[in-house]
């Protein structure tokens, strides 16, 4: 018998506590389970009369109002009575199912395969449901991981990079009388001509070599030129989005080398709020330590999520996987949308195609599954529960950001059954909060770690990750501050966000 949608059903009230079923639940393969369920024929009676109620508005008979048509003549207009028994057990199934789910303390993840073994035709009625639940993971070894840290310390040549950096702002270019290299600046006149006749010129243009901007072979027809050379070449450039060729011609009027201050202690009070250079390499060093800090705590939050998701050897259910990739591909264009993107030019402005892209948001939502059953299978082994405070704690953070009340909130997540889940969400995050305070943690000479070097003061921590970007990696620039304090800067440090 075919069941309709469980998202809604006009017998939600005939699933209280004082409805008569029975169900059990055995174990059938892998995560199946099959619940059997009795219904007493009382209950049943209910069901047929709950319909009749509901049909009998519906159906239009003449001679008769909206609500008082009565049952024979609604078993005629249908079929007969065993038609509207058939019905009225069709309109009580997805109740009767979600019932039985509560009674088993089963935890489905996939719409159940229903089958009614007897009282189609009258009396109690049995039905089987095969169900796919979630699994059970095994993370055996969880109390002994070990996590690998990046070290903390600013090396002496990061230290030199990044007062380097700063000389680099206060250099002064200077001609020379020799060929262009990498790094020099070149003044020229480039002109260029397409296939359409559209014209590019430019004069006294200042250009970096080595740079790779503005057209494409620029840089490798500038190393080695001199003032006074002409170079000519064939260049593509975009034309509507895909390429033609362009005739380019480039005048090298001068050629200038950048010539940075020497490192002294007069530079640094120039450059800096530091009266000598010792004392902007220390501020540089300090700097560079606390954001190594932060890096490092990030580093650690990432590397223990990707410890924990190691140890589930056993593959996660397609349910669950499929169920991950429609949230994703549904956020996605949800967010495309508020940017007025379509998935295609999406694709194309990330230079993908269709399939790569969900390869790779499958790959990714095969590993959040894998982090959601760890962290179930963490809670259960280390007893986290969420207590009724934590759970309006919760509430009141979700309320603050949808910004509605607690209260409004808390009674729409009950009515959509959604309480649970909310609970559940906080029972993992506090395992994972767990985790985080009793992995091992070892340098990356596999020396073994103090979590104190993991401790920054709020400020700078603050700082640090402000100027943090999104990968591993060390600082590399330096920025004079409001009369030199020296900001650190860095091409990224990892998120480390786990899904929790």
Known sequence: MAVPSFATSAFRGLVDSAFLMRATAEPVEGNRVRLSVVVDESEVDQALDATVRRLATQVRVPGFRPGKVPRQ???ARIGGASALRQQALSDALPDLYARAVVDTELDPIAAPEIDIKSGEDGGPVTFDALVEIRPTVSVAGYAGLEVTL????ATDEEVAAQ???LREQSGELHAVDRAGRDGDHVSIDLHGTRQRGEDLHVEDYLYEIGSGEPVVGLDEQLRGAKPGDILQFAAPVPAEGSEEEAQIRVLVKDVKEKVLPEPSDEWAAEASEFDTLE???????G???????VQAQLAMRERTVDALVGLVAEDPPEALVEEEVRERLH???HRLEARRLTVEQFLQASGREEADLIAEIRAD???AVRLDLALRALADAEDVEVTDQELDEAVGEMAQQAGTSPADLRRRLDRAGRLPAVRSDRRKAKALTWLFDHVDLVDEDGKPLSRDVLHVDVAAQEAGEAEAGGGEGTADAVEPGERGSADVQT??????????
């Open 73 to 75: 003549v609604l078993e």
């Open 150 to 153: 990046p070290s903390i310390e």
């Open 163 to 165: 007062i380097d950096r």
């Open 279 to 285: 004392g902007l390499r220390d501020d540089v060093r």
């Open 287 to 293: 700097r560079l330590r606390q954001l190594k800090v």
């Open 331 to 333: 956020d996605l264009g």
């Open 365 to 367: 939502a095969a590993r």
């Open 491 to 500: 091409e990224g440090t990892p998120t480390g966000e786990a899904e929790s």
